[in-house]
């Protein structure tokens, strides 16, 4: 890139985070938990917040935003679980930023929420240099990807504070090598805690939601 | 996006579609056909680019250039098929552009080729715009990643030429519905040609084979 686009780049990051901790601090004075999901296209965002809404829902006030670039389908299917559900289209922007959260924020009212789950774009590169105001960061990864994903696209896992393991009902298949990606997570991101998981079949669901709220609770 | 980006974006992409052409014209000077690859992180491209480069090298002078954004392992995987290989490291970008190109190619002779293949970084956002001066674009969609790609990432599937559905043998564990999937990309790009294969049980390759050197002989 030349000097120009570094130095345009750094401006909007910095603006980027200026407005993000000004988010953060608005979910903190309303007590909202904020959760924020980003991985590779199709490794299991959706389904699993989908399902994370509906189980939470009948104890907890929650909501998602949605990031695409083009459709609402998302926001459709989550809108399934019950729980307000807003999508943002990001055009051929390849991630979320903080004004596009405070954007889909426009008229709802924090107090009257628990938690809120952010789902980014599906992407392992643009998200990771945005801040979205979140408490939680958490990176998702298919068994079907290949276990050296995390080596390969190391800033979005090294953002990240939680990374779960999705599809495990499908280790078999994909010929999973789960103690290479647990060794692989942790090189580019040593200590952070690592989940696995179908929402296909439920199993390691329970511990999922067992996170959030303790991690909610705890702030 | 503010329009001092917009309008620096714009600059990038001409200066990027004149350097393409170059590229294209150099190439066909030199009777190279050259192929690119594009898809989610862990569709497979680095897997069916070298069991192609394997297959092809006995009969065609094949070579591959591929992006990533911090290691080498692909070149490294790809260099195992005895062709010669090029990494491009692009940091923190999330794309190959035609100047990338033009870098790794410096001190080869273009005429020592038949074929050349070109990796993209694993993004369905970002390599879209970019032409890199290839004969034929190929998007790669997993069976685990969700019949919906296409329609949440259109405009890659639309400046695509080819898609191929892989990992066909996870089709049953992953409930996958090629009809459905068949129908989504050819919803964003009519009458494209889509194979499917599994460079694991090598169902398909031949197929695969086959376009590459029926479109490369056409040239």
Known sequence: MSPRIVEVRRDILKKNDLLARELRDGFAAAGVFVASMVSSPGAG????????????????RVAALVGDLATERDAERLARAGAPVRQISTGTVCHLDAEMIKGALDG???????MLFIENVGNLVCP?????????????????????????????FNTADV?????????GPARFDAGAARHN??????GIEILELSTFTGDGFDAWLQLIASRADAR
């Open 163 to 171: 990374a779960i393991i999705t599809k495990i009902d499908m280790a």
């Open 45 to 60: 965002k959706t389904a699993l917040l989908e399902e994370t809404l509906r189980r939470l829902r009948p104890s907890r």
């Open 185 to 190: 997570i942790r090189e580019v991101r040593p």
């Open 108 to 114: 709802w009212t924090l107090d009257d929420l628990d």
């Open 128 to 156: 990771a240099s945005y801040d979205l105001g979140e408490d939680l960061r958490v990176v998702l990864m298919s068994v079907t990807e290949g276990e050296d994903k995390p080596l390969k696209y190391p800033t979005i």
